[in-house]
């Protein structure tokens, strides 16, 4: 066994695929997600996507996974979103602030839950904590290094002086709040898929891992759909 994080013990194999599919969920809503909340919500479409984000890495940890190895289902997103480059011929830049926030908000994460570390399956309210202070901290971080890298308009708007609290008290806290939520139910719905795929993994194995492989291809077909019609 590689993986141990909480009660739960994971092979190298089970692992892989919990990040994967985790990674490629992940991916899926960074594409269609996000343009569809563009369109309709564009006010708190960040503060969504970092939700997203931070309920399925609840998820994956709750499945057993150590924070650690949350980087790679956040590198399997940013793979996701920087597929306009080979497609269209886009530039990296294009969709660099959206990979930078991915990556920020797992590794914040990963830094956090190094502090609070086996605390964080005690309660509810401690993991709800804990994402909290990484979505606040990752939007800290973000506003430092967005206005650096490529910066949008509207992280523009923030680069002014007293642009930072602006910035955290308009996003960060909405990121906060939305994961401070998310990242406990993704936890128990990891712990209750783990649950399901136990006792079916123990008579049918290769179901468990067939509709993961389902799951993963049906993801990436979606977002090359979505990344050819220039979402």
């Known amino acids: 066994m590689v993986v141990h994080w909480g009660n739960r013990f994971l092979s190298r194999r089970d692992a892989v695929w919990v990040l994967v599919v985790a990674g490629s ?32 890495m609840g998820v994956v940890t709750g499945l057993g996974v150590r924070p650690m190895l949350l980087l790679a289902a956040a590198s399997i ?23 930078l926030a991915v990556m920020l908000q797992a590794c914040a994460l990963v830094g956090v839950a190094s502090v ?11 993991r709800g904590i804990a994402a909290a202070t990484a979505a606040l901290s990752a939007a800290g971080a973000f506003w430092v290094i967005g206005l650096r890298v490529a910066p949008c308009a509207y992280l523009m708007s923030f680069g002014r002086p007293g ?15 939305m994961s401070g ?17 136990e006792a079916i993994r123990a008579e049918k194995s290769g179901l ?3 509709a993961s492989a389902v799951l993963t291809l ?9 990344t050819a019609y220039g979402y």
């Open 163 to 177: 642009g930072f609290p602006a910035f955290l008290g308009r996003e960060g806290l909405l990121w906060a709040a």
């Open 77 to 99: 997103a940013v793979a996701c979103r920087q597929l306009a480059v080979p497609m269209l011929g886009a530039s990296i830049l294009c969709k660099a602030n959206a990979s």
């Open 25 to 56: 969920l992940w991916g899926l809503s960074e594409v269609v997600l996000d343009a569809a909340l563009r369109a309709f919500l564009p006010q708190v479409r960040a503060g969504v996507l970092v939700g997203v984000g931070m309920l399925l």
């Open 208 to 210: 468990v891992y067939a």
């Open 116 to 126: 609070f570390g086996q605390r964080m399956h005690e309660r509810s309210l401690i």
């Open 218 to 226: 049906s993801c990436w077909v979606m977002v090359c759909v979505a």
């Open 181 to 197: 939520l998310a990242m406990p139910v993704g936890y128990r719905w990891g712990q209750r898929v783990a649950e399901g795929a």
